[in-house]
C-alpha cells in the first residue's frame, strides 16, 4: 500500500538510519560516511556504509541499498508492510489506517488497557508480598537469602490463595472481564465458563518488564512441591516469550562489554544480588532470534551459564548457533558440580563466580566438548566417531577459527593433527537445511553474494546520478535531444527517474530519501547506489550528455549488428532490401549523431 508522505517522513525522522542499523552491525566513522560489515553477506573488509544526511545505506558488494525500510525488510526478512509497521511500532507511531479503523483502533486501546492492568496487578502483588497474607512468601525468599531491597527493585509479590482475590481487586479499579482474560490474569471456569478464577493463586510472583518499562507479563513459582513448579503468562496482544527477555529494563543506560544469561528468574534476581548486574534470563531454555536481535541492542559478547542438566547444556548448544549467526560471540561459564548460578554465587560468592568468568570457554569449544561426551572416548570406535563430527563442525568455520580448534580434536580423538586438518579440509558434508546455523544464516547473512555490475549498468547509474544531482541539472538533462527514460533498461531505474523528473517539473522540492523509501527492496538497490555517488559528480549535465551519447551509441551499434545478421539470413530479396535499408537508415543517422555530438 502506498503510505501518505507526510506520515512517511514522520516515520523516517523517528527511525534514524544509523540508529537503527547500529543495532545490527558496528558502524564507524570514516570519510563523511558510517562503515561497518554488511549483514547480508560475509564481508570481512567493511563494505557497508550509512550516508546519516542523506538516511541511505549501501553495500558496495553485495549492492544492498536503499533507506531504513529496505534495511528491515532485508534485516527482518519482512514485507514492505511489516517493515513499515515494525519501524512504526519503533517508534511508538499508529499505522495510518489505524488513526481511522475503528477495528484497529479498539486493538490499540485494548492493548493500552492491558499494560495498565498489569501495572496495578504488579503493585497489587508487590503490596500483597509485604502484607499479613505474603508471610509465607516472604519467609521463602528469606531461605533463599532475596534480601527487601533485590523484592523491590525486582518488583516481586505475592498473589493471594484465593480463587478471585485479584479479578475482584481489578474489577473493582474499572478493568472489565474481556480485558482480563486477553491479558492472561484470568481464566474462564472450565465447567462454567461464565464463572472467572484469578490464574496466578498462592504463587511467589516475578513480574516481566520490557525494555521501554512497561509490566508485559508474570511469572509464578509455587512455594510447596506441586507441579508445575513455574506458570508463566502465555502469548497475549502485549507479550510474546519469544521477543522478549527477563531483567532486559535493568540494563537501559548501562555501558556494557557483555551480558550474562541465564535460565530462570532466581537466577537473575540472585546474580544481581551478588553484584553481578548485567544478568538476564530467556523466558524459556530456547534462545530465539527475536531475543538475539534484543540483546545486541545492549551487547556484543554474551556468556552462558545455564543450568547442568541435560535440558540447559541442550539449550545453550542451539542458543550458541542463533548468537553466532547474529554476529555475536557466545562463551559459556562451566559450573562445577552441576549446580545452577543461584546456588553457586551463594555457596561460594561473586569473586568465585567472576573466576569462572574468566575461565570461560567458547561457544565452538563447548559444542566440542558435548560432542566428546556424546560420542564417548573411552573407545577406538567413540573417539573415531568424534573427530569425523567435530571435523564436520570445524570446517564450516573461518580458517583462523578452525586452527584454534585442531589441537583439542586431535588432543581428545587421539588422531594426528595433519589427519585432523586433511579430514577437515575433505569434509564437504553439507549441512542440513533444518540446521539452527544454516536456518538463522538465511535470514542474516549469506543470502546475498557480492556482485559486479555491468558495463551498461555503471552508466545507468551514473546517468540516475546525474539526474538527482539538483532539480536544474535534473531537468536540463531530461530536455536533452539525447534524453529518453528507455536509456534504463532497469525498471528500478526508469520508474524512479520518470517520477523524479516529473516533480522537477512540477516545481515540487522533490524529497529523494522519501521517494527510496517507497521502493522495495530489489528495486531500491540500484536507486539508491547511484544516489550514493550523487555527490561526487562535479558537473552533472555534461557528464550526463556523455553518457547519454555512449548509450545511444551502443544501443545503435547492437541494432546494426543486428540488422547485418537479418540481412544476411534473409529468405527473400525484398526481405534482405527492408533490412539493408533500415541498415543504411540507421547507420547515417549514427555518423550524424557522431559528428554532431563531439564534446571538445
Not at 550 to 579: F, H, I, P, W, Y
Request: overall charge neutral; aromatic content about 8%.
Amino acid at each position: 500500500m502506498a503510505f501518505p508522505d507526510a506520515w512517511l517522513s514522520e516515520l523516517l525522522s523517528k527511525n534514524d538510519i544509523a540508529s537503527v542499523i547500529s543495532e545490527y552491525t558496528e558502524l564507524r566513522p570514516k570519510g563523511g560516511r558510517l562503515w561497518g560489515h554488511c549483514p547480508f553477506h560475509t564481508d570481512k573488509t567493511p563494505s557497508f556504509s550509512v550516508s546519516p544526511d542523506k538516511q541511505l545505506f549501501h553495500c558496495f558488494s553485495c549492492k544492498a541499498g536503499g533507506s531504513v525500510i529496505q534495511f528491515i525488510m532485508q534485516a527482518e526478512n519482512l514485507s514492505y508492510f511489516d517493515a513499515v509497521r515494525h519501524l512504526a511500532s519503533r517508534a511508538n507511531m499508529d499505522m495510518p489506517e489505524e488513526i481511522n479503523d475503528r477495528r484497529l483502533v479498539e486493538q490499540k486501546l485494548l492493548r493500552e488497557r492491558i499494560y495498565e492492568a498489569n501495572r496495578e496487578t504488579a503493585n497489587f502483588y508487590y503490596r500483597s508480598l509485604f502484607s499479613e497474607a505474603g508471610g509465607g512468601a516472604r519467609r521463602y525468599l528469606e531461605a533463599r537469602g532475596v534480601n527487601a531491597d533485590t523484592a523491590k527493585r525486582f518488583g516481586l509479590g505475592y498473589s493471594p490463595d484465593g480463587y478471585d482475590v485479584l479479578y475482584k481487586h481489578l474489577t473493582e479499579k474499572g478493568f472489565s472481564r474481556d480485558v482480563l482474560l486477553s491479558a492472561g490474569l484470568v481464566v474462564k471456569g472450565r465447567k462454567d465458563e461464565t464463572k472467572t478464577y484469578d490464574f496466578f493463586r498462592g504463587r511467589l510472583m516475578f513480574p516481566v518488564v520490557s525494555a521501554s518499562g512497561k509490566v508485559i507479563a508474570f511469572g509464578g513459582r509455587t512455594m510447596a512441591h506441586e507441579e508445575p513448579k513455574y506458570i508463566n503468562t502465555g502469548d497475549t496482544p502485549v507479550y510474546n516469550k519469544r521477543e522478549n527477555i527477563y531483567a532486559i529494563n535493568l540494563l537501559k543506560g548501562k555501558k556494557l562489554d557483555d551480558i550474562i544469561m541465564v535460565e530462570g528468574y532466581m537466577d537473575v534476581i540472585s546474580l544481581h544480588q551478588a553484584g553481578v548486574e548485567n544478568t538476564v534470563a530467556s523466558l524459556g531454555t530456547a534462545l530465539t532470534n527475536q531475543q538475539a536481535r534484543l540483546l545486541k541492542r545492549y551487547a556484543s559478547k554474551i556468556f552462558y551459564a545455564y543450568d547442568g542438566d541435560d535440558a540447559g547444556q541442550n539449550a545453550m548448544i542451539r542458543g550458541i548457533d542463533i548468537l553466532r549467526s547474529a554476529g555475536m560471540e557466545p562463551r559459556v561459564i562451566v559450573i562445577p558440580g552441576g549446580k545452577d548460578p543461584d546456588e553457586y554465587i551463594k555457596e561460594f560468592g561473586r569473586d568465585e563466580f567472576m573466576i569462572l568468568k574468566d575461565a570461560s570457554i567458547t561457544g565452538i569449544r563447548f559444542k566440542l566438548s558435548r560432542l566428546a561426551a556424546k560420542c564417548g572416548t573411552d573407545t577406538a570406535d567413540g573417539r573415531q566417531q568424534f573427530a569425523i563430527e567435530a571435523c564436520s563442525l570445524i570446517s564450516k568455520l573461518e580458517p583462523v577459527e578452525r586452527d584454534r580448534y585442531i589441537p583439542y580434536v586431535s588432543e581428545t580423538s587421539g588422531l594426528s593433527a595433519a589427519t585432523i586438518r586433511e579430514q577437515c579440509g575433505l569434509s564437504q558434508a553439507t549441512p542440513s537445511a533444518n540446521d539452527p546455523e544454516v536456518v538463522s544464516r538465511k535470514r542474516y547473512v549469506g543470502f546475498k553474494r557480492p556482485k559486479r555490475d555491468s558495463e551498461r549498468t555503471v552508466s545507468e547509474k551514473r546517468l540516475l546520478s546525474c539526474i538527482m544531482s539538483s532539480a536544474a541539472d535534473g531537468l536540463a538533462i531530461a530536455r536533452s535531444k539525447l534524453f529518453s527514460l528507455m536509456l534504463f533498461t532497469s525498471d528500478s531505474m526508469r520508474v524512479f527517474a520518470a517520477r523524479l523528473i516529473s516533480e522537477y517539473e512540477s516545481g515540487k522540492n522533490a524529497n529523494i530519501p522519501l521517494m527510496l523509501a517507497g521502493l522495495d527492496a530489489e528495486g531500491s538497490e540500484d536507486v539508491s547506489s547511484a544516489y550514493a555517488q550523487a555527490d561526487s559528480i562535479s558537473d552533472p549535465v555534461p557528464c550526463a550528455e556523455d553518457i547519454m551519447l555512449k548509450l545511444t551509441v551502443n544501443a545503435l551499434k547492437d541494432e546494426l549488428s543486428e540488422l547485418s545478421k537479418r540481412s544476411a539470413g534473409a529468405g527473400s530479396a525484398d526481405e534482405k532490401e527492408r533490412a539493408l535499408n533500415e541498415y543504411k537508415e540507421k547507420y547515417a543517422f549514427l555518423q550524424n549523431l557522431l559528428k554532431t555530438n563531439v564534446r571538445k
